[in-house]
């Protein structure tokens, strides 16, 4: 089955450092990748997205993903986090049966210190 | 652009009783979906919709029932409401776009459901 795991559930980074998020994936054919985020009480906001192509993908507010199929991995980063990332995110695998059936991840949540 | 619009936002049922949570969507997308998100489980599908006039179920199903009232309209009933159920509830709808891809799905701000 397919199924997607997020190692980190909760990751404290200082403001203006580096952030990788990881994210690592079980899917028999080439899959469809997503990272969302969400603010607290928010809906999910689409981040950035790969479908094929080339494998560094740039989103909005900065961030960007790496797809390694050899590692089963999209590992989201950003050079400098600012305090309004603090959120939760979530990295999914879209499959399409039909509809777009999204597999998420438990979601790593994002605190940042000033 | 209102996009995917969820009522009620809050709702507060006693165990045995029924609701269903509606959910609209002005994009003119075919598909919806009605996810469950509980701490450190990430979202769950409950039912989806490919298109108007189906219904699937997805991976948590019980407990609910699903109707697809048109193609901008998915609503989620709970028959019998169980303190299992209590979670923020989420409608999406997106686009599958044959060989070209899917487009993104677009979340409604949620639905929190406490069950006593």
């Known amino acids: 089955a397919q199924s997607v795991t997020q190692p980190d559930i909760h990751i404290t980074v200082s403001e203006g450092a580096s952030l990788e998020l990881r994210c690592n994936y079980s899917y028999g054919a080439t899959p469809y990748l997503f990272w969302y985020v969400q603010s607290p009480g928010q809906g999910l906001q689409l981040l950035l997205k790969y479908f094929s192509g080339d494998t560094l993908v740039q989103g909005i507010k900065g961030f960007e993903a790496e797809f390694k199929r050899s590692q089963s991995s999209f590992n989201l980063r950003k050079p400098s986090v600012h305090w309004s990332d603090a959120a939760e995110y979530f990295c999914?695998?879209?499959?399409?049966?039909?509809?777009?059936?999204?597999?998420f991840g438990q979601g790593t949540r994002l605190t940042i210190n000033p | 652009n209102a996009g995917v619009t969820q009522t009620p936002k809050f709702q507060v049922l006693k165990t045995g009783q029924s609701m269903t949570l509606q959910c609209a969507q002005d994009m003119n997308h075919n598909s919806m979906y009605w996810y469950r998100q509980d701490p450190g489980m990430g979202l769950r599908l409950i039912y989806y919709s490919a298109s108007e006039g189906t219904t699937d179920k997805g991976e948590v199903p019980n407990g609910y029932n699903v109707s697809r009232l048109n193609k901008r309209e998915f609503s989620l009933r709970l028959e019998s409401a169980a303190p299992s159920q209590t979670s923020v509830y989420f409608c999406?709808?997106?686009?599958?776009?044959?060989?070209?891809?899917?487009?993104?799905?677009?979340f409604g701000q949620g639905t929190r459901l406490t069950v006593v």
């Open positions: 999406a709808s997106s686009e599958v776009l044959g060989v070209w891809g899917l487009t993104e799905a677009f």
């Open positions: 999914a695998v879209g499959l399409i049966q039909g509809a777009q059936k999204l597999v």
